[in-house]
């Protein structure tokens, strides 16, 4: 034990002094290419290869460790996920920065689901991270991903961590974006791919957990849960018309995923039986209630705009109470954690992972494993398992023609 805590001091200690890339300085376009063609018929580049099978121009990821694809691999941070055991099952079999043994839902989303069987979704491919991409209008053509683990709707959230790239931080990167993309193709092209781009917004866990429950600034004093809830709901309602005044049309809200019965709060509240901690999942079913409506109501009085909400709640827990149904037989333990759940120390060393993810629900502390962010993808994309989103799915956003 006392060997495994020493490297994960170490680990800690790398991380911190590593330096990170600047966050504040706009990432200009470089070598933009005089003859571009528009998002209809994409320059044929490696870096940029022609895709058939699209339902939409592009995708743009704005999130937390949920949807982080890299971003925070160049961040001075805690939270990063670009040590094995990360990535272990993943396309390429390395860490990414993705927290999770494999994909994260966006990747089940953006494009082929089975190689063998080229079952295409959006059609894309997948999403480099904003810092992690070169800042070419080729680039950054089929969509960026912008998502910061340790990130929140409040910019302070996750703080202790170190660095991360806010709500609104990640906005101002988009439009940064945009403004590349209308130096590039000219404005009514630039605007035109945006209006038919798919946003996916996946925040405010941390809100939670690193603010909300921590007390930070004596919160919860201030704020009752409800109220609390109603704060974040207004940020992001705020932001989405920031977002439709810049051309967005097209944009999928997650709600929160019951954080009451991940290994961590399992371990912490000293769970007897794995039962998940109700106070915390109430907060969550509150934030997901008024989300739901916020999202809907908003919809009706942007002009033009498909706006829905995904109940990461109802689709998570489906699977917790039916796990037998999806092949899970692990569903409190961690696969890679050290503790009662595996939910006392983060994973850190590949031989504190179990040898197969895919019977587990979690994969660490607080992130589902591979399989079920594919099973949560399949709810966001068409409701295959479960109900999770209001008023549409995605399939029906991006074409109702579509089966």
Known sequence: MSTIIVLFLCILISTVIT??????VPREPRNFSQNLI??????????????????????????????????NNYLGTFARADRPPYGRDFDTHRPTGRFSNGRIPVDYLGGEVNKKMKALRLGLPFLPSYLGQVGTVEDMIHGVNYASAGAGIIFSSGSELGQRISFAQQI??????????????????????????????SIGINDYIHYYLRNVSNVQNLYLPWSFSQFLASTIRHEIKNLYNMSVRKVVVMGLAPIGCAPHYLWRHNSKN????????????????????????????????????????????????????????????????????KGWILCIAPEMACSNASNHIWWDQYHPTDRVNSILADNVWNGLHTKMCYPMNLRDMVDPEVK
């Open 274 to 341: 794995g039962e998940c901690i109700t106070e915390i999942n109430d907060m969550i079913m509150e934030y997901n209630f008024f989300m739901r409506y916020m999202i809907e109501e908003l919809g009706q009085v942007l002009p033009d705009a498909k706006l829905t909400f995904c109940d990461m709640y109802e689709g998570s827990m489906d699977v917790i109470k039916n796990h037998k149904h999806y092949g899970f037989n692990v569903t409190t333990d961690a696969c890679c954690g050290l503790g009662k759940y």
């Open 38 to 71: 528009p998002f209809h018929t994409p320059t044929d580049s490696p870096s940029n290869p022609p895709l058939t099978g699209r339902l939409v121009p592009a995708l743009f990821v704005i999130g937390d460790s949920s949807v982080d694809s890299g971003t």
């Open 19 to 24: 330096q990170p890339r600047s966050l504040a």
């Open 172 to 201: 101002q990167q988009f439009t940064d974006t945009l403004q590349s993309f209308i130096l590039g193709l000219g404005e009514d092209t630039a605007n035109d791919l945006i209006s038919n781009s798919i946003f996916y917004i």
